[in-house]
């Protein structure tokens, strides 16, 4: 590619809903900048997007995408990202890397969810926004309440850039209102003068002397509106809207021009935000896409390729780089070199040998670079996308043993690549446990695991972490006394528990409210305890030597052994502080191990005199839906003991539902709703606190935990 400069440059990333086009338009556009052969097919497996396995499969995309290409002496960097709300990891990434995205609208489909949160995304980071509608050669489509409606949800900034000539199966091309034709054209599917005027009001507002002007002539050239629309478009108050058939191939020359001619350069765009520390002080700066100023990039995304390794795909705001420059990493604070620089264009790359501010490419090869870190020498930080908290679990185990190494190694590449996969070894159970998106999301994972590493799982529902408390004060004792020949073993603990309440912040708080002189007048605080992470506290009241000192360690590990492992149904246990005031030792046959034997024994039986109960993980839960949906949605939700917090309406529409749920009533909650909304709702779901189990479900967990019990020990 010949010389460019960043005026040169533009970043788009194309996003909406799943099956509005956004693949299909591009292999439409890539086939006519001559990018390719052969236009590209999603439906046919011939995509130039769309080339993963799973992808063609599915017939979806599922990660984004970069296309680099060159059009009428401009560098285009194109982003496909995936619509499935499943995937939005992806695409929020993508949104970050860009200035301008262009939202594709499914035109028999209207606004759906996905385009509805993306579109807000883009405006919440304040890039340009264009609207492509998309699909016009297709029946059913209601083109002037699909316009209301786009107005009604993002505003009146939505306004058309463009008139389509018919509609459908009369769908033949498009009129643009910057330029309509003299004597008007016949077919046209929305008044021309009336839309040429939204458009027009829309574009001078940001002007005031076009304003001015426009007021007292009644009109103004099309030269004074080219030259202050890319402002119009960087501060949002103009969102054009344009009509394509990528299937068709109609619309979308005059939309690539548009990309050329009104999407913004990054040096047009607002300067992206960031944040810069020093001497402990935060201070917010702008980053100008000036090539000449301080390296400042960010990796927006992640790949470990099975050929090249790990590649990072980088987006410059700021400064200059060639093929040996460091690249220096702000959260490390160390700068690593790497083989050069990557041109990407789908799957393929070629080496460049110079990226300027605005660029987007790829690294190879250079460990510890993690989506999000910014590249800058000094301790600055660009924003990153907030990404929905995973909460679909599954628990896996290999098909062949032998394999659980091979399976977390390459589990945790995937999870490098996607910030909304985790992977976690419960600590409890020791299972393996997943947790992405959704079921699909799993179930992509698990394909590539396959295809990638050969490797295959089986999953089970992991089990959901509950947690072991206690409701009273207990007590317990228990003398640990065992004689077979030789020398004996003995040990003797009294306790007592004390619930504690659930939420200590610090040691000093737990001193002044338990771990006190007032509280235990007999306290020897050298040996007492804090434990945060179980919220466990640990008292040593005794007197006269009963338990000597050095087996007092030995009776805090017998505590903390039940603490772990659960007195009840085998769960960890929290918020207790037990106080030990009476023992017995022997002279000859006490040890460490008789002693926490004693202290294990005797804390479960003061546990199990507390009132003992179970408490589950309580999630927040944001349904939203099209309103015709509430009630069933609503109805659903009580039967899985959620407690409903308040609902809000959306333009469009749209009602969003926000419920406390216990996490085991919603851990298959995706089927559900899409089984009641016929697929059109969509959820977010995140941690929120720990609650008591209601008594009923209590005793069938803990009948179940015996009984598994009973059975290993049988088995052993
Ligand atoms: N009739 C018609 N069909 C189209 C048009 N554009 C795309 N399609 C079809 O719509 C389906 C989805 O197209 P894609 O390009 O994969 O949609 P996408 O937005 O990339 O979908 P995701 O990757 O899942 O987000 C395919 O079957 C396309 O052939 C169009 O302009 N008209
Ligand atoms: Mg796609």
């Not at 810069?276 to 201070?283: A, H, L, P």
């Not at 977010?684 to 008594?695: G, I, K, L, N, R």
């Amino acid at each position: 590619m010949a010389k460019y400069r960043v005026e040169d440059i533009r970043n788009i990333a194309f996003v909406g809903h799943s099956a509005s086009g956004k693949t299909s338009l591009l292999d439409t556009i890539l086939f006519r900048a001559k990018a390719v052969e052969r236009r590209g097919s999603v439906d046919e497996g011939t995509s130039f997007c769309d080339y993963d396995d799973e992808e063609k499969k599915r017939r979806a995309t599922i990660d984004a995408k970069i296309l680099t290409l060159e059009y009428r002496g401009k560098k285009l960097h194109l982003l496909d990202t995936p619509g499935y709300p499943d995937f939005i990891g992806q695409s929020l990434c993508a949104l970050h890397a860009v200035e301008t995205a262009v939202v594709v609208i499914n035109a028999p489909a209207g606004i759906e969810v996905n385009t509805r949160r993306l579109y807000n995304e883009a405006k919440r980071l304040e890039l340009a926004r264009m609207i492509v509608i998309n699909k016009m050669d297709a029946d059913n489509i209601q083109l002037e309440p699909l316009i209301r409606q786009i107005q009604q949800t993002f505003g009146k900034s939505c306004v058309l850039f463009q008139v389509p000539v018919g509609v459908g199966a009369q769908f033949s091309g498009v009129v643009n209102l910057l330029h309509p034709p003299a004597n008007g054209l016949s077919g046209l599917a929305l008044d021309v003068a009336a839309a040429r005027s939204q458009l027009l009001d829309a574009i001078v507002e940001t002007d005031e002397a076009l304003m001015e002007k426009y007021l007292t002539e009644g009109d103004v050239t099309s030269d004074d509106l080219a030259r202050v629309l890319p402002q119009a478009l960087a501060s949002g108050a103009v969102v054009p809207i344009f009509f394509t058939s990528a299937k068709k191939d109609i619309g979308v020359a005059e939309f690539m021009d548009a990309l050329v001619d009104i999407a913004l350069s990054p040096a047009q765009a607002k300067p992206r935000p960031a944040t810069r520390s020093s001497n402990g002080k935060v201070e917010t700066i702008t980053l100008a896409a000036d090539e000449n100023g301080p390296l400042v990039g960010q990796v927006f995304k992640v790949l470990n390729d099975r050929f090249v390794g790990i590649l990072s795909f980088i987006r410059l705001f700021s400064g200059h780089m060639s093929s040996d420059t460091p690249i220096p990493n702000a959260r490390t604070g160390k700068s690593q070199r790497s083989p050069g620089l990557l041109q990407v264009h789908g799957k393929t790359t070629k080496p460049m040998s110079e990226a300027i501010a605005g660029d987007i490419f790829a690294v190879a090869k250079v460990e510890d670079l993690r989506i999000g870190d910014t590249l800058a020498s000094d301790a600055i930080q660009l924003p990153m996308p907030t990404f929905p908290t995973p909460m679909y679990g599954l628990a896996i185990e290999p098909k062949s043993r032998g394999d659980e190494q091979k399976i977390s190694q390459s589990l945790a590449k995937m999870a490098e690549e996607d910030p909304t996969f985790k992977v976690t070894r419960d600590p409890q159970t020791r299972e393996l446990v997943v947790t992405g998106v959704s079921q699909l999301h799993l179930d992509i994972i698990q394909a590539r695991l396959k295809r990638r590493f050969e490797l295959e799982v089986v999953t089970k529902e992991p089990k959901i972490p509950y947690r072991e408390t206690i409701t009273a004060q207990g007590e317990g004792q228990h003398r640990h006394k065992k004689q077979t020949g030789g020398r004996g073993q003995f040990g003797e603990v009294h306790l007592r528990v004390y619930p504690l309440p659930r939420e200590i912040s610090s040691e000093e708080e737990i001193r002044k409210i338990f771990i006190n002189k007032e509280r235990f007048p007999e306290i020897r605080e050298e040996f007492c305890v804090y434990n945060p992470e179980y919220n466990f506290a640990f008292v040593d009241c005794i007197v006269g030597g009963v338990i000597p000192n050095q087996f007092i360690p030995a009776v805090y590990k017998g505590c903390m052994e039940v603490m772990e492992k659960g007195a009840l149904a085998g769960y960890r246990m929290q918020d207790i502080g037990v106080e030990v005031y009476f023992g017995k030792d022997h002279p000859v046959d006490s040890s460490e191990a008789a002693f926490k034997t004693a202290a294990r024994v005797a804390f479960k039986n003061a546990v199990l005199s507390a009132k003992p109960v179970l408490l589950e993980p309580i999630v927040l839960l944001e349904v939203t839906v099209p309103s015709k949906f509430t009630g069933a949605v609503l109805s659903d939700l009580n039967t899985r003991r959620a407690r409903i917090e308040n609902q809000d309406t959306l333009p469009g529409d749209l009602q969003v539902i926000r419920a406390r749920v216990p996490l085991a009533e919603v851990t298959r909650y995706a089927a559900a709703l899409g089984s009641i909304t016929q697929g059109q709702g969509s959820y977010t779901m995140e941690f929120s606190h720990y609650d008591q189990v209601p008594a009923h479900i209590q005793q069938q967990i803990v009948a179940k935990a015996t009984k598994a019990a009973e059975e290993e020990e049988e088995e052993e």
